[in-house]
């Protein structure tokens, strides 16, 4: 069973639909204790990096998927979701993330290219870095769909794979159990729907 | 780099769509969720909705229909007509909608946008205008181009994106139906004048059209059609191998 955590921030409803389409059960919950009892765990989010480590914070929720991690659940975010699990966002000031991952996330204005369009939306290509179990039924260059303005940087040690936009663009990111997509899976086509696959045959790492 | 994106629309009223499609090995050609599946099984990058149902049962059918096709299709999914309020907005969101695209409602109430940008994000909002030459102007039209609003189309986009619409639909209403072409003139000025993607619409007629549009517009960021694909006049893999031959990326 999944735990997609419910937070109170964006609209779960593609996230559930994927994995039940997919065939794998979840369950959108806040409780602790069911979080607990799953044997992986998504962490979805759309909108603003502050607001949404507050109300984790403010449910305590981030002390039950910090935990879990350290159990060696699989875990992974989504979009805002993957950001949150780096250790500071500079969105709209400074803010702290979750830390599981080494790293932090800024913003794509004044960085790349002003000619770009911020957000960064569309489908663009992943360059895969490392082999990793989540490339299981994808391949280098497949297309994925992003829609972003900031990006996760100085994550070299949990970087698997990036999109070209000016920079390199941190797409998936996994350090043992913990990964992340900076792109929405639940509205990539199928080979969103594969990365959601071999998420859900990832064994825990303890 | 990011692709150029193909997207069909789909005019839906009463749960059904109009005109129906021409494809070999569909056999209800007027159902939603079968052809959103078609579709995105067939190269589309996103769908465009938009409900053309008066009635409130045909909008209630509407959203059990988005509801069935957002379980089903894993693209990005907009969804346009009859959009006026942030309820609205709520309504066709909370059924698996992505985008939300905004027409009149806008031009009745432009707080609307920045309404809708502020909790849903920018990303969300789409501004779609109707637009046709009126003495050497572009004017924004109302009603499915019936009804002129005597605003300047270039201004008035500009306008709804500095209030927070982060993507713009432009449909050219002089050459809509006309299947010769996108209209370049308006689209390049569109683009020049905005910062956020621009989907071209109205006018296509052949793979050409979309080579064209891309190559003397290269900051548009996709092409929408109806008919053309509809009909199967246009196989959309067919068009983006078409684009990708003549160095335009598009997702394969």
């Given at each position: 069973m999944i735990a997609i955590v419910d937070y109170g921030i964006g609209n779960l409803f593609s996230v559930v639909s994927s994995f039940k389409y997919i065939g794998a059960d979840a369950v959108v919950t806040s409780d602790a204790e069911v979080i607990k009892k799953c044997d992986r765990i998504l962490l979805?989010?759309?909108?603003?990096?502050?607001?949404?480590?507050?109300k984790l914070r403010q449910t305590g929720l981030d002390k039950v998927i910090i935990e879990e991690a350290k159990n060696g659940k699989?875990?992974?975010?989504?979009?805002?979701?993957?950001?949150?699990?780096?250790?500071?966002?500079?969105?709209?000031?400074?803010?702290?993330?979750?830390?599981?991952?080494?790293?932090s996330v800024i913003g794509m204005?004044?960085?790349?290219?002003?000619?770009?369009?911020?957000?960064?939306?569309?489908?663009?290509?992943?360059?895969?870095?490392?082999?990793?179990?989540?490339?299981?039924?994808?391949?280098?260059?497949?297309?994925?769909?992003?829609?972003?303005?900031y990006y996760a940087v100085d994550c070299e040690d949990s970087l698997l794979a990036y999109a070209e936009y000016d920079k390199d663009i941190t797409a998936i990111v996994a350090k043992d159990n913990v990964m992340?997509?900076?792109?929405?899976?639940?509205?990539?086509?199928?080979?969103?729907?594969?990365?959601l696959r071999a998420f859900c045959e990832m064994e825990s790492t303890k | 780099m990011i692709t150029k994106r193909i997207i069909p629309c789909l005019d839906v009223r009463d749960g059904r769509v109009v005109k129906g499609?021409?494809?070999?090995?569909?056999?209800?050609?007027?159902?939603?969720a079968t052809l959103a599946k078609y579709y995105s099984e067939n190269g589309a990058d996103e769908l465009v909705f938009y409900?053309?149902?008066?009635?409130?049962?045909?909008?209630?059918?509407?959203?059990?229909?988005?509801?069935?096709?957002?379980?089903?299709?894993?693209?990005?999914?907009?969804?346009?007509?009859?959009?006026?309020t942030i309820e609205d907005f709520d309504r066709v969101l909370k059924c698996g909608a992505d985008k939300v695209s905004v027409n009149s409602g806008a031009i009745k109430n432009p707080s609307l946008i920045t309404e809708a940008a502020k909790k849903y994000g920018n990303q969300c909002v789409v501004i779609s205008a109707d637009i046709k030459r009126v003495d050497g102007e572009f004017h924004v039209f109302?009603?499915?181009?019936?009804?002129?609003?005597?605003?300047?189309?270039?201004?008035?986009?500009?306008?709804?994106?500095?209030?927070?619409?982060?993507?713009?639909?432009?449909?050219?209403?002089?050459?809509?139906?006309?299947?010769?072409?996108?209209?370049?003139?308006?689209?390049?000025?569109?683009?020049?004048?905005?910062n956020v993607p621009v989907i071209a619409s109205g006018g296509a007629g052949s793979t050409k059209d979309f080579i064209d549009l891309f190559k003397e517009i290269p900051e548009m960021s996709a092409g929408l059609a109806a008919s053309v694909f509809h009909f199967g006049e246009i196989n959309i893999n067919e068009l983006k191998k078409e684009l990708n031959n003549n160095g335009i990326k598009a997702r394969i």
């Open positions: 979805p989010g759309v909108g603003a990096f502050g607001d949404a480590a507050e699989p875990i992974m975010g989504i979009c805002l979701g993957m950001q949150l699990l780096f250790e500071k966002s500079y969105e709209y000031g400074e803010h702290n993330g979750l830390g599981l991952l080494k790293g204005q004044g960085v790349i290219d002003e000619k770009l369009q911020i957000p960064h939306i569309g489908y663009n290509a992943l360059i895969f870095k490392k082999e990793h179990p989540l490339f299981k039924y994808i391949k280098n260059g497949d297309y994925v769909y992003f829609v972003h303005s992340g997509c900076q792109f929405h899976p639940e509205k990539s086509g199928e080979v969103g729907l594969n990365i | 499609v021409n494809f070999e090995g569909i056999n209800d050609v007027n159902d939603p409900d053309i149902t008066a009635s409130h049962e045909g909008r209630r059918l509407f959203t059990e229909i988005l509801t069935q096709v957002a379980s089903n299709v894993f693209i990005p999914l907009t969804v346009g007509g009859g959009i006026n109302l009603h499915g181009g019936r009804v002129d609003t005597g605003m300047e189309a270039i201004s008035w986009i500009k306008r709804c994106v500095d209030m927070g619409a982060g993507e713009v639909v432009v449909n050219s209403i002089d050459t809509d139906g006309v299947k010769g072409g996108f209209d370049i003139e308006l689209l390049k000025l569109v683009c020049d004048a905005v």
